[in-house]
């Protein structure tokens, strides 16, 4: 099963809400290269379908996360899988449509230089990045509080966020932290790797 096949059986498997079929099909429509996109320009999953599997592996740090003795005994974290994938699978989606392919010279193993390809960053709707993904989200289906602030936050400390909004956002919504938590195991363990060979 590709990624996208996955993607897909997961949403279905696990997202009921009301809204969510119209979700999938605009996610899966000619007019989004989700599938295609990358997760960045050139920090990880920077390759045609990168945005799909960083969604996937988030989805996969969440579960793995969520499912330790200490997350759900000491910290009393319990949530439904529909709620861990929706965070995951979809915390992202402000990434849709906007990295586009350009081309600049670079020197090839030989020393002689051609064009290569490369992503380049352009957002033609400029909201922010997880209050964005919220935004694209909720015309579809509506999210709980908990997801929503879960999403919006899940940049954690590494955005550009007043710090206290962040702690606040953590400390009153702890779904926040797990998913924070299991996107920079995703981006800085799984995919760094993936990235250097």
Not at 62 to 67: G, I, K, N
Not at 128 to 146: A, D, N, Q, W
Request: net charge negative.
């Amino acid at each position: 099963m590709n990624a996208r096949e996955r993607f897909i059986t997961v949403f279905k498997d696990k997202i009921k809400r009301e809204g969510a079929d119209r979700l999938l099909e605009f996610i899966c429509s000619p007019s989004s290269d989700f599938f295609t996109a990358p997760a960045s320009a050139r920090y990880h999953s920077s390759y045609e379908g990168g945005l799909c599997a960083h969604s996937l592996n988030v989805y996969d740090c969440l579960c793995a996360y969520l499912d330790r003795d200490v997350a759900r005994d000491k910290y009393g974290l319990s949530y439904s899988d529909e709620t861990i994938a929706i965070v995951s699978l979809l915390h992202d989606l402000c990434k849709m449509n906007v990295y586009k392919t350009s081309y600049r010279n670079a020197k090839n193993e030989q020393g002689v230089w051609e064009k290569v390809p490369y992503f380049e960053f352009d957002d033609t709707l400029p909201y922010g990045h997880g209050e964005k993904s919220v935004y694209m989200i909720t015309p579809f289906m509506k999210l709980t509080r908990e997801e929503a602030f879960a999403i919006r936050y899940h940049m954690g400390f590494s955005g550009t966020e007043d710090e206290r909004n962040i702690c606040k956002a953590f400390t009153m919504f702890p779904l926040a932290f797990a998913l924070s938590t299991a996107d920079m195991e995703a981006t800085y363990y799984i995919e760094s790797k993936e990235d250097k060979k």
